[in-house]
């Protein structure tokens, strides 16, 4: 992640939704491009760029050189970093914000940040006016490959991440992959899980490219910038054909129910991050299929071993400071996702790039597995 590497020509990828279509554009060096795209865009608009305080001290200013001279005006705001800035009271600062800089239905919104910034922005971006346009320029691998994308906007709710919010889908994407450089490397290693997840859950050739090139992956140039564009390309089919989750997108959810209850329960700390708690819960999920012999055991070690390889855990017993209680397990995994009449839904595998929704999981099975995985875990 430390060799200096030249800018390239960008991958463009299609969102396709009809009126509501968007590009996402991929390569090194693309934040500077962003201004004369917005221009192309929304000509003559004012925007304000919404950030957070880690990533403006090292990217803000070059938004604003990248933007400024395209636009009519550019305003910034620059809110807390954390899991915590998704809350009402931020959602309300930053909606007056935008209302008392006068930012009109003409305008754009620029998201520039991780996935809390992404989702915070874009949501106040569906309500101020009742729909400004906005722009995702994400600055996590996890947002450049999965939040930016989609249109999936919210804020927490004391009982839960991301139940308040709203579909809404950004006019742009940018994802400048030198912005990934000055990452911390658990953080990207934490978003590479949801790179590894689209081989999972939908691309076995994928999944063996990866198998092949994680290094390069991690070390940046053009092996990155393959990795990033082949999950938005998958990400990208799978909201196009099913953009409010009714269907194909729950395979986006590939470990998450296990996932969301261990970061839950870690209390969305620096104990367990997000793209950690989702390679658990994929290793989790692959075990748990495994274990109903829907694929062979080997097959699930595999999908497993090279989650381990790149540094991720894969056990409930990394978590730091251990695991939570069996019944405190159960409890975060049906406030996630729904039990009805005992059963939950559950995203399994029958083998690597082959995932598939199941909703007929009984949830004793599932306490029955977990009380075993814990049983490993002390
Ligand atoms: N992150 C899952 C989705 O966008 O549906």
């Excluded at 004391?158 to 994802?175: D, E, M, R, S, Y």
């Excluded at 959810?253 to 793209?275: C, K, M, P, V």
């Excluded at 990394?318 to 059963?343: F, N, T, Y």
Aim: hydrophobic residues 45%.
């Amino acid at each position: 992640m430390t060799a200096p590497l030249r800018g390239s020509d960008p991958i463009v990828v299609d969102v396709a939704l009809g009126a509501r279509s968007y590009d996402i554009v991929i390569g090194r060096g693309q934040l500077a491009s962003l201004g004369a795209r917005i221009a192309k865009l929304r000509p003559g608009a004012k925007v304000a760029i919404v950030s957070d305080k880690n990533v403006a001290a090292r990217h803000l200013d070059a938004a604003v050189a990248a933007v400024k001279g395209n636009v009519l005006q550019v305003c910034t705001v620059v809110l807390p970093p954390g899991e915590s800035t998704k809350s009402f009271e931020h959602l309300a600062s930053l909606c007056d914000h935008l209302i008392s800089q006068r930012i009109e239905r003409n305008d754009l919104v620029i998201a520039l940040g991780g996935g809390v910034i992404g989702d915070l922005t874009g949501f106040a971006a569906a309500i101020v006016r009742r729909g400004l346009d906005y722009v995702q320029v994400p600055t996590s691998l996890l947002a450049q490959v999965d939040s930016s994308v989609g249109g999936k906007t919210a804020i927490d709710s004391p009982q839960g991440k991301n139940l308040i919010g709203a579909f809404h889908q950004p006019v742009l994407v940018i994802a400048d992959t030198a912005l990934l450089d000055t990452l911390p490397e658990r953080e990207f290693r934490a978003g590479y899980a949801e790179v590894a997840k689209y081989g999972l859950l939908g691309d076995a050739a994928f999944f063996a490219w990866l198998e092949a090139n994680w290094k390069d992956v991690f070390a940046g140039g053009p092996a990155r910038e393959h990795a990033i564009a082949t999950s938005c390309r998958a990400k990208a089919a799978i909201v196009a054909r099913d953009e409010r989750e009714t269907g194909d997108r729950m395979l986006l959810n590939l470990g998450h129910t296990f996932g969301h209850a261990l970061e839950a329960a870690a209390g969305y700390s620096d104990r367990l991050l997000h793209g950690e708690a989702i390679a658990i819960g994929m290793a989790l999920a692959f075990e748990f299929s495994a274990r109903r012999g829907l694929l062979p055991k080997a097959e699930a070690e595999r999908a497993i071993g090279h989650l381990a390889a790149v540094g991720l855990p894969t056990r409930i017993g990394q978590v730091e400071g251990g695991g939570p209680p069996l019944d405190e397990l159960m409890d975060l995994i049906a406030q996630d996702k729904k039990v009805s009449r005992g059963k939950l839904t559950f995203i399994l595998a029958r083998g690597i790039g082959n995932a598939f929704v199941a909703p007929e999981v009984d949830a004793q099975d599932v306490r029955a597995f977990l009380a075993e995985m814990l049983k490993q875990a002390n």
